[in-house]
């Protein structure tokens, strides 16, 4: 119940994001022009990060320097496993209850996030739905015909070219409004749930740590070097690397997992749910209006 409130508080702080901003949250590269209503040197920051001042989290918000990355903190002599207060450090290590499930009691509130080093990152629960085409690892889907509306035609790369409403990087031109969602906002997921011992990109301020896709099917089971490994726990840990494998969404409620729609509502998704449908569920406009489950 609680980690379906978690989404439902989610869930608003994007539609209210999106009614101030005309767009929803962005997940910021380096190299991107513009980002979350930030300064327009913004570097690294994840949509988790801009939707802070919509779930209550405004101090936390205010404290985060976006001229810079978390990881330069070091060139200001910080310590980036005791960080300084305020610093970008101390913004990643911080614990938001709405981004926990408190039904994983398996990950690590804090681990070390892959694209920061050896930095200990505040691990959420929570990653937006990036799409349904991938071209890596066993769950090859290249989105052809899939969603192709406004960002133009697709490839497999579902990191920065996804069909969903969240993608890895983020400008003008890959910006997604509500009006974009041509599927309908209550046909379409757009939150779900992540383990963060099972995959090693789930550090939240991160921007490529805050996605998901739905070309691996919901609660896959882990899967090292393209050979299933089967159904432990133990063997799903040491898999947290594989990223092609494991970018993708997983819960511990038992049968599956809980998803936050693009109209603010949640729903629980079985894992047995037909792998076409839940593909289609995480597309934002192809032309396939199916009802969630």
Known sequence: MQCGNNLKQIGLGIHNYESTFKR????????????????????SVSWLV????????????????????????????????T???????????TIIPAYRCPSDGLSRALAPQANM?????????YKGVAGANWQWG?????????????????????????????????????????????????NTLMVGEAIPEFCSHTGWTHFNATTG?????????AVCGGATTGTKMGDLRACRGDWPHNYS?????????????????????????EYTLYRRLGCINDQNAVEVP
Request: aromatic share 10%; hydrophobic share 35%; net charge negative.
């Open 213 to 221: 896709t739905m070309s691996v099917p919901l609660n896959q089971r």
């Open 138 to 186: 066993g769950f090859i889907t290249n989105g052809e015909g899939i969603g192709r509306g406004r960002r133009g035609n697709l490839s497999g790369q579902g990191l920065d070219h996804g069909n969903g409403c969240f993608i890895r990087s983020a400008n003008q031109t890959t910006k997604v409004e509500f009006r974009d969602i041509l599927d309908g906002l209550s």
């Open 24 to 43: 929803l949250p962005l997940n910021q590269t380096p190299s991107a022009s513009f980002a979350h209503p930030a300064p327009l040197t913004a570097h």
């Open 83 to 93: 960080p300084l207060i305020p610093s970008n450090a101390f913004v990643a290590q």
């Open 249 to 273: 969404f997983f819960s511990l409620h038992p049968g599956g997992a809980h998803f936050g729609l693009a109209d603010g509502s949640v729903r629980f998704l079985t894992d047995s749910i």
């Open 50 to 81: 801009g939707l802070l001042p919509f779930i209550e989290q405004p101090a936390l918000y205010e404290m985060y320097d976006f001229s810079f990355e978390v990881s330069n903190d070091i060139r200001n002599g910080a310590n980036l496993n």
């Open 117 to 125: 080093g050896d930095m200990n990152t505040f691990q959420q629960n």
